[in-house]
Structure formats: structure tokens, C-alpha cells
């Protein structure tokens, strides 16, 4: 840190109690300056000799001061920028005495000054000038220094201002900012980033120092730097996500503040920061904010989706926000589908949503089942390896929200494709008592028919007519079981027997419906048509389920 030294006299300033300074000399002091709550004891001329605003205190209360026969003269300048240690500052120059400023203090002896008038026409070499050589010549030219006598200014406002000090900071350190890095040889802070072996200074290496300042001067500080160019809007982009990350909450005008600083740039800041914006902006900024996060949700993971809804709603998470966010994405997807693109964000933001839906069903205790599927219905176009990830959502929002009715568990499960479920998906499946019984033997029927006559499968990408297997056949099968459960009065070696040729029933039945009605006719999901045949197989779940069961 840069200081400067005024004066060679020793110090001799000494107190009396906590509210009165004066000087130790041999010569009685002769006026009183009152500073607050400071009495300070001086002599008349060294004072007068270097202010002019004193000269022009005292000369106005002598006649006052004379008809009340007081032997001193006493003034109060009780709104000098700085107080008591200000004023201190300035009457030890007017002794001589030895005085050390440092980007600390300088601003706080620079305003005291100008209010005392400490100018060149008074005496040759003033504190003001003097003060103006060090701030130019030292403490401007160094990065940290400028940063702090910035941050100083704040409370000598408007004083500061007036003596343009404030910008002539904000000057210093935006133009610091857009040096070539390589030619940056002073101090400067940087824990997130290590300077490699070779010692080379990465490119945003002053993002960090400007961590501690207020958002109002961030502001004016960032605000400068883009004006003066040299600095990529993706390191502009870090600085605010840094600088985000350092505060303990944001508050609304912390993120309209930040959001009004975001480069053009669309990659210029992360997803996550965005969204951490979202999660305190007000309305009249969210629907801007909305539209870049949906330019690149697939940067985004499970957690920040997570968004506390606020005060009086119904939901503990704002999920009506993440149905927003996926509808900006579906528009830009469709803007860029113009000008031809890859699937793959697509994809990614299929996995994302899917994920976002097994926490959101696991966390959310009023999530209704119809907000559920909104959400699914969503991504259920984009392209999936697998179905894995839907089962995974479906199978926690009913572990979680038992009471579901047997519809609403009907039209969930529709989400799901079973013939893109993995083996070790499909296992799990086929023992979740959760999952209505029609669904599960869907899943044994693809399973069989992956295992026994895979060349002849319709493509796993197919839709539309590939969920078209009767109700008439599921219900069918399901009727075959409850007969053999009925009849099933055995022993368990024999319910055992009797299960296989229940399932070998089964299976020829859905394959006897399958040639009837072409290959590519084989269901997805279960489809209702019937309200009371769907009655009548769930109705039934529960002995069936338990007979597989047992026979497994």
C-alpha cells in the first residue's frame, strides 16, 4: 500500500478526557474549534495561515466573542466531511507536524481540506495540492489502492464527488482491467484460479477484488469497464457470477442490478447463475430472464430447477417456473430447428427434466398428478436411449403420493414407452406393486417378445399407432388370471406350475391379438376406452400382483 508523509515536527497532540485535544506548547492556545463532540484547543496562527474558511469563522465571532469577555475564540464546523479525525489530519499540517495518509485516510483528508479550504492561493504547497499529487502519482496507479479509496468515498459523498475522486477510480481500475495480462505486474487477488507453472496471468484475474464492494459501486465500476472495452463479455459474465456467489442473499434490486450489467453475449454466463437470478428477480424482469435461461437449459442440472415458490402458494417449489422454462426452450428449439440442428440438446434436456421430476415428486407434497404429466407431456417428443429415467419419476410420484386414484395412475404411466425400459428397469417393474397390472404385464409382454422374437419388434422410436393394443386384450389376460387365481388351491411347487401356464396364456393371447392386428400395433402403454373395463383390471390388481409374487 502506497503513503505519503507530511510534515517533521513531532506529534504533540495530546487529550484530555475522551472530548478534548489541544496542543502542548509553551504558548496558551487562543481559539476553540469545536468537531462534534471534540473540543480542540489551538493557536490562531498556524491555522489561518493555510484556511481560508477558518480565517473567514473566526473573523465573524471575534465582535461576538469580544462583547462576551471570553479570552478564546471559539467556532464549530460541525459538518466537515470526516469528523474530529479529519479535522486532526488537517490541523496537524497547519503545525508541521508529521502526518502519514494512506489509500485509506486520503479521501477522508482530501474532503476535510477542500471544506477547510486548504487551497494554493492561501499558502504555496497546501494540503489540497498535496494531497491531489499523492492520489495521481501513487494511489491512482495502483490496482488495490484504487479499489479501496473507492470503496472510501461512500461516506464523504457529495464532498468525494465534487472533487471527482470517485471517478477518477472507477477510471483507474477499468483501465487496469482491460491490460493485456501479460502485462500485468502488480498485486492483485485470484483463489479461484491458479496462475499456471509458467507464471502466466489468467484473463480474468481482477474478477475477484471487486468482490467487496457495495453493488452500487460494483455497478458504476462494471458499467465503466464495458464502456471502455477491452474485456470479453465472458469474463465480464464470470465477474458477475463471482460476484453473485459471494453474496450471502440477493436481494430484488441486487439482481436487477446484475441483471442489467449481463453481456449480450448469450454464452457469456452460465445457466445456473441465471437461474439463481430468477429465483430472486421481480416479475417485470422474469420474463426476459426466462427467455435466456430457455436458450440453454441443457446447461442447467436438477438443483437449479429446485426454486422455493413464494409466500402463499400452494407449492413448496415454484413448478409452474420450470414449466415456463421448458416452454422458452421448446421456442428457441424450434427457432434454431429453422436453420437445422442436432437432437442433443434436446436429449440432454429430456434426461434433465425427467431427473427434475423424480426429486420434485420426491420433495413436493402437494404436486398434483396433473402438473405431473403437464410437465412429462412437455419433453415426451425429445429424443431417449431409454425410458429409464420416466420410470424412475413415475415410480416416486406414486411411491410418494399413495393416494393417487387408479385414473391418475393410468394416465401417468402413459408417459412411459415399455419397450424402451431396460432389463434391469424392467425387473423392477415387473415386481412394483405401484404400478397398475396392466402396465406390468405390458412389460412382461415386451420382455418376452424382446427375448423370443426381437427381429420382428416395430422400431423403438415409433409413436401414434404403436399404442393401440386393445383394452379388450389386457383385459383378457387379466381375466385369464384371476381364473387361475380362483382355481389356484395347490400347493406352491403346484401354483408354480400353474403360473407358467398362466403366463404361457397369457403371452398367446397378446400374440394371437398381435397377428390379428399387425405387428406395428403393439402398445407403449395401457390406453382406456372404457372406463368400466379399466375398473375391472384394477379392481383385480392386487390378487394378481400378489400371485406373481409368489410364483417368482
Given at each position: 500500500m502506497k503513503f505519503m508523509k507530511l510534515g517533521s515536527k513531532p506529534d504533540s497532540f495530546q487529550s484530555e478526557e475522551d472530548c478534548i485535544r489541544y496542543v502542548a506548547s509553551d504558548l496558551a492556545t487562543d481559539v476553540v474549534v469545536n468537531v462534534g463532540d471534540v473540543k480542540f484547543y489551538l493557536h490562531k496562527f498556524p491555522l489561518l495561515s493555510k484556511s481560508a474558511r477558518l480565517q473567514k469563522l473566526i473573523a465573524a465571532t471575534i465582535n461576538e466573542q469580544q462583547q462576551q469577555q471570553q479570552p478564546d475564540d471559539e467556532i464549530s464546523i460541525p459538518d466537515i466531511p470526516g469528523g474530529p479525525p479529519a479535522f486532526e489530519i488537517c490541523a496537524k499540517f497547519c503545525y508541521g507536524m508529521t502526518v502519514t495518509l494512506?489509500?485509506?485516510?486520503?479521501?477522508?483528508?482530501?474532503?476535510?481540506?477542500?471544506?477547510?479550504?486548504?487551497?494554493?492561493?492561501?499558502?504555496?504547497?497546501?494540503?489540497?495540492?498535496?494531497?491531489?499529487?499523492?492520489?495521481?502519482?501513487?494511489?491512482?496507479?495502483?490496482?488495490?489502492?484504487?479499489?479501496?479509496?473507492?470503496?472510501?468515498?461512500?461516506?464523504?459523498?457529495?464532498?468525494?464527488?465534487?472533487?471527482?475522486?470517485?471517478?477518477?477510480?472507477?477510471?483507474?481500475?477499468?483501465?487496469?482491467?482491460?491490460?493485456?495480462?501479460?502485462?500485468?505486474?502488480?498485486?492483485?487477488?485470484?483463489?479461484?484460479?491458479?496462475?499456471?507453472?509458467?507464471?502466466?496471468?489468467?484473463?480474468?484475474?481482477?474478477?475477484?477484488?471487486?468482490?467487496?464492494?457495495?453493488?452500487?459501486?460494483?455497478?458504476?465500476?462494471?458499467?465503466?469497464?464495458?464502456?471502455?472495452?477491452?474485456?470479453?463479455?465472458?469474463?465480464?459474465?464470470?465477474?458477475?457470477?463471482?460476484?453473485?456467489?459471494?453474496?450471502?442473499?440477493?436481494?430484488?434490486?441486487?439482481?436487477?442490478?446484475?441483471?442489467?450489467?449481463?453481456?449480450?453475449?448469450?454464452?457469456?454466463?452460465?445457466?445456473?447463475?441465471?437461474?439463481?437470478?430468477?429465483?430472486?428477480?421481480?416479475?417485470?424482469?422474469?420474463?426476459?430472464?426466462?427467455?435466456?435461461?430457455?436458450?440453454?437449459?441443457?446447461?442447467?442440472?436438477?438443483?437449479?430447477?429446485?426454486?422455493?415458490?413464494?409466500?402463499?402458494?400452494?407449492?413448496?417449489?415454484?413448478?409452474?417456473?420450470?414449466?415456463?422454462?421448458?416452454?422458452?426452450?421448446?421456442?428457441?428449439?424450434?427457432?434454431?430447428?429453422?436453420?437445422?440442428?442436432?437432437?442433443?440438446?434436446?436429449?440432454?434436456?429430456?434426461?434433465?427434466?425427467?431427473?427434475?421430476?423424480?426429486?420434485?415428486?420426491?420433495?413436493?407434497?402437494?404436486?398434483?398428478?396433473?402438473?405431473?404429466?403437464?410437465?412429462?407431456?412437455?419433453?415426451?417428443?425429445?429424443?431417449?436411449?431409454?425410458?429409464?429415467?420416466?420410470?424412475?419419476?413415475?415410480?416416486?410420484?406414486?411411491?410418494?403420493?399413495?393416494?393417487?386414484?387408479?385414473?391418475?395412475?393410468?394416465?401417468?404411466?402413459?408417459?412411459?414407452?415399455?419397450?424402451?425400459?431396460?432389463?434391469?428397469?424392467?425387473?423392477?417393474a415387473v415386481q412394483n406393486e405401484r404400478l397398475p397390472l396392466r402396465v406390468v404385464v405390458q412389460i412382461l409382454f415386451f420382455e418376452q417378445v424382446r427375448a423370443t422374437a426381437k427381429p420382428s419388434l416395430p422400431p423403438s422410436g415409433s409413436h401414434g399407432s404403436s399404442r393401440t393394443t386393445t383394452e379388450e386384450e389386457c383385459d383378457s389376460v387379466t381375466a385369464t388370471e384371476e381364473t387361475t387365481t380362483t382355481r389356484d388351491k395347490t400347493s406352491g411347487s403346484e401354483k408354480t406350475k400353474a403360473k407358467g401356464v398362466v403366463m404361457s396364456r397369457i403371452f398367446s393371447k397378446l400374440w394371437t391379438g398381435k397377428d390379428r392386428d399387425g405387428v406395428g400395433d403393439v402398445s407403449s402403454s395401457d390406453t382406456s376406452e372404457s372406463p368400466g373395463s379399466a375398473t375391472t383390471v384394477d379392481d383385480k390388481s392386487t390378487p394378481s400382483t400378489r400371485r406373481r409374487r409368489s410364483s417368482s
Open positions: 494512506n489509500a485509506y485516510s486520503v479521501v477522508a483528508a482530501r474532503c476535510a481540506a477542500e471544506y477547510l479550504e486548504m487551497y494554493e492561493s492561501v499558502e504555496t504547497g497546501n494540503l489540497v495540492y498535496k494531497i491531489e499529487v499523492f492520489l495521481n502519482s501513487s494511489v491512482l496507479r495502483s490496482w488495490k489502492d484504487s479499489i479501496i479509496v473507492l470503496q472510501t468515498t461512500r461516506a464523504f459523498h457529495p464532498w468525494s464527488r465534487d472533487a471527482k475522486i470517485d471517478a477518477r477510480c472507477l477510471e483507474s481500475i477499468a483501465s487496469k482491467a482491460a491490460v493485456d495480462p501479460a502485462r500485468v505486474d502488480w498485486s492483485y487477488t485470484c483463489n479461484r484460479r491458479k496462475v499456471n507453472s509458467i507464471g502466466v496471468v489468467p484473463r480474468d484475474w481482477w474478477v475477484e477484488d471487486l468482490t467487496e464492494l457495495s453493488i452500487d459501486l460494483y455497478e458504476r465500476v462494471v458499467s465503466t469497464i464495458r464502456r471502455k472495452g477491452g474485456v470479453s463479455g465472458e469474463v465480464i459474465g464470470e465477474a458477475l457470477e463471482v460476484y453473485a456467489a459471494k453474496r450471502v442473499q440477493l436481494d430484488d434490486r441486487d439482481v436487477e442490478t446484475l441483471i442489467s450489467l449481463l453481456p449480450g453475449e448469450k454464452q457469456s454466463v452460465s445457466c445456473g447463475f441465471l437461474i439463481k437470478l430468477l429465483k430472486s428477480c421481480g416479475e417485470d424482469v422474469r420474463k426476459e430472464l426466462s427467455k435466456r435461461i430457455g436458450e440453454k437449459l441443457e446447461e442447467a442440472n436438477v438443483d437449479d430447477l429446485l426454486i422455493r415458490a413464494s409466500d402463499g402458494c400452494e407449492t413448496v417449489y415454484d413448478v409452474d417456473i420450470v414449466e415456463t422454462l421448458i416452454d422458452e426452450f421448446v421456442t428457441q428449439t424450434e427457432k434454431r430447428d429453422e436453420v437445422g440442428r442436432s437432437d442433443s440438446s434436446e436429449a440432454v434436456v429430456a434426461k434433465l427434466i425427467d431427473g427434475y421430476l423424480s426429486e420434485i415428486a420426491r420433495i413436493e407434497p402437494n404436486l398434483e398428478p396433473l402438473k405431473f404429466i403437464a410437465i412429462a407431456e412437455k419433453v415426451s417428443s425429445f429424443p431417449r436411449s431409454s425410458h429409464d429415467g420416466v420410470y424412475r419419476a413415475i415410480d416416486m410420484f406414486l411411491k410418494e403420493h399413495p393416494g393417487t386414484t387408479k385414473s391418475k395412475k393410468k394416465s401417468i404411466c402413459r408417459l412411459m414407452d415399455c419397450r424402451k425400459l431396460s432389463p434391469e428397469a424392467c425387473a423392477h
